[in-house]
Each structure stands twice: as structure tokens, then as C-alpha cells.
């Protein structure tokens, strides 16, 4: 298949973006860079520096595509802000970027683009849980303006598929982590692991100060109703993620996609605190990373588990990495190789 990969220098669109080039496809990366560096752009992919809001832009890259006898077979849609902390003291750009962009890159694909999309929606849409784990039928009341951008796109893609019959899978992905290991689970040669610009994410910070790049790590809140006071999260490997994203490709071309929408849960149904985390990490990396108490950060849910089961059930996905030791073992092999070599 051909496929284009927006956000695809990030995190997760990179690693999905080699997964599908490892599996034969071509894949076209467009980027604004704006939160990552050009050499994270992964190597054989055509890339296309650009902001997804540029619709003549992408638009002409389907026509093109169209007129050369080989289209765009579906978008992988995963350019966007990821903040919850900072949408709550800049949520226009969240709503600009995330939602008013969404549009304009859906316009450009209802005028000349290919009628499948995987969205990379997220936890935050549900806000928090009247119980966990969170099904997909859970209330969604976002407690961050970034879960409410995205929920927005959520919307928007219900009615381009009842009026326009765009296809799409909402992959609402929990907590992000780990490396992918070249070879698969247990080889201990890892791909590209967490790496944000600037880094705000809980595990890459551990880590931080596991290498010495940091003294201590933050803790955002310790009155929270759970078990030790500090926030409970689902952390899900980003391989596992990369595979539930070719099972949604094949999924939409099913009959049951043009039928309704696809939403999934993306996690491994297991809730760990913010100290569990850091015990996770003292155990693997053997520091003792000091933290300090600090005040709540606005906008974070106390709890965030999945029910992925709808999932694995329907896509036939089944994660390989449900341990959080093993998840921080991949980090940690990434981290270390990332900044001593
Ligand atoms: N990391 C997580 O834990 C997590 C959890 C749930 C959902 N998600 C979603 O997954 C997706 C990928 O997250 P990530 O962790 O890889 O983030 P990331 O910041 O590493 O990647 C996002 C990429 O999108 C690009 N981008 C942003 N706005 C753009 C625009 N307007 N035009 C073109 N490119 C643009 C950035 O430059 C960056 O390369 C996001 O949509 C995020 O909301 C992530
Ligand atoms: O220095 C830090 C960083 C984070 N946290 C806490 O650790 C938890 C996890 O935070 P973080 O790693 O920033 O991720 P989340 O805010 O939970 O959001 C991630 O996971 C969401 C899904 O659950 C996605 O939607 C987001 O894009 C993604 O950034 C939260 O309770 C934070 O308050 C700290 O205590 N100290």
C-alpha cells in the first residue's frame, strides 16, 4: 500500500512509519517539524516538509500521486500537540493546530485524498473515568483542552463519515512508552524510543536523571485519591501500538467500516502510580533517582486504565510487552544508547 504518514518524524508516527517500510510499503511522511529534528525522519520514506494545514499543498500531493497511476491508499493521521499540561495554559494553539489543522488536512482528502483514516486519538478524551478499566462507551468529558482538540476531531470525523462516507479508526492510544527492539520482543536491540521536543513526558525525565542529565524528578501531585496519592496511567509499548496500526488498516477495508466508525482502546489495562513508575525504573537502571513533591499539574485525570479488550477481540491485536519492567527495560536500553553514544 501507499500510505501517508503525517506526524511521521515524531515518536510514534516514526516507529509506525518503519514498521509499515519493514512490511513493503511506501510511505510518505509530512512533517512541519515543529516538534521534531529532520534526522528523526525515518530513513527510505519520501518526506515532505510541510504543515498539514497547507491544503494546496497536500492536496496536490494526492493529485500527484493519483496522476503518476499510483494513489494514496489511506493517512495515517498523527501530526499534532501532545501536551495535556501545556494545553491548559495555551489551548488556543491546541485547538488551532490539532482541530482547525485536522480540518484542513480532511477537506484536502475529501477533494483528492483516499477515503481511509487512522486517527491517533488518545485516553485524554475520556476525562475522568466514573469506573476504570475505561471502556469505549465511557462518558467523554476531557479535563484538558488537548483531550477536547482531539475529542473535536472525533466529531468531525462521525459526520465525514455518515455524510461523506470517509472511512475511520479512532485509535484512542493510553500512555506511550518504550523502544522497539529490532529482530522483536527480548532481541535487546532497540529502535528509536521517546524522544520529545522539548521533553515533557514522565519515563524519558526518569530516565534523565537515571543518566545524570537531571538531578531529581517532579512529582505533579501526591493528593490524589489513589492508592499512594500521585496519578494512576496505563503504559503501553509503542511496538504494540505500531502493530494495533496495521490491523486498523486492514480493518478499514472492511465491510464493518463502511458501515460505522472504528474506535479502539489502545492499553494494556494495568494502572501504575507515578512512584510505581519510578520504582519500575530504580529496579531497571539500578539508580536511585531522588524525587521531589511538587503541586498538581491543571488539567491531569487521577486515573487512566483501558479496556482494550473491543480491540483484540475485533483487530485480533495482542500486545507483547504487558509487563512495565520490560517496557522500561526497552526505554532505558534507548535512553542510554541515545545520549552516551
Ligand atoms: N505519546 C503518547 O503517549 C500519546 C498518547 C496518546 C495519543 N498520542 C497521539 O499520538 C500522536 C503522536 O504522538 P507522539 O508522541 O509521536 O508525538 P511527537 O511530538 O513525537 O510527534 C508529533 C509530530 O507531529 C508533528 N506536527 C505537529 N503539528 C504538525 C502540523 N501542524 N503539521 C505537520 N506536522 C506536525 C511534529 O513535528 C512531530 O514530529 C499525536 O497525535 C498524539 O496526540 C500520543
Ligand atoms: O515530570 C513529570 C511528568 C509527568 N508527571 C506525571 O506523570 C503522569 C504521566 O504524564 P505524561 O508522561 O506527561 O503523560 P500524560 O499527561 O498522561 O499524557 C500522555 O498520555 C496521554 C494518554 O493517557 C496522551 O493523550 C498524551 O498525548 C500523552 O502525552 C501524569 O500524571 C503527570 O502529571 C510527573 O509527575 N512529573
Redesign the pocket.
Known sequence: MKIMV?????????TVASLLLSQGHQVTV???????RRN?VPNGVDFVE????DRPRIEALFRDASASGQPFDSVL??????EAGESMNKPEIYFR??TA?TLALLEAILAAGPKRIVF?????VYGEPETVPIRETAALRPTNA?GES?LLTEHILSWFHRIHGLRSASL??????GAPEQGGPGSGVVLRG????PES?LIPLILDVALGRRESIKIFGDDYPTEDGTCVRDYIHVADLADAHLLALKALETPAAAQSRLIYNLGNGSGFTVKQVIDAARRVTGHPIPAEIHPRRAGDPAFLIAASDKAIAELGWKPNYPDIDNILRTAWLWHQKRYNS
Open positions: 503525517t506526524g511521521g518524524a515524531g515518536y510514534v508516527g516514526g509530512v512533517d512541519n517539524l515543529c516538534h521534531a528523526q510541510t504543515d498539514i494545514a493521521h498523527f501530526a499534532a500537540l501532545i493546530n490539532n489543522s491517533s486519538s488518545t485516553a485524554a488537548y482531539k484512542r492510544y493510553f500512555n506511550v512508552a521517546e524522544d520529545h521536543e513526558h
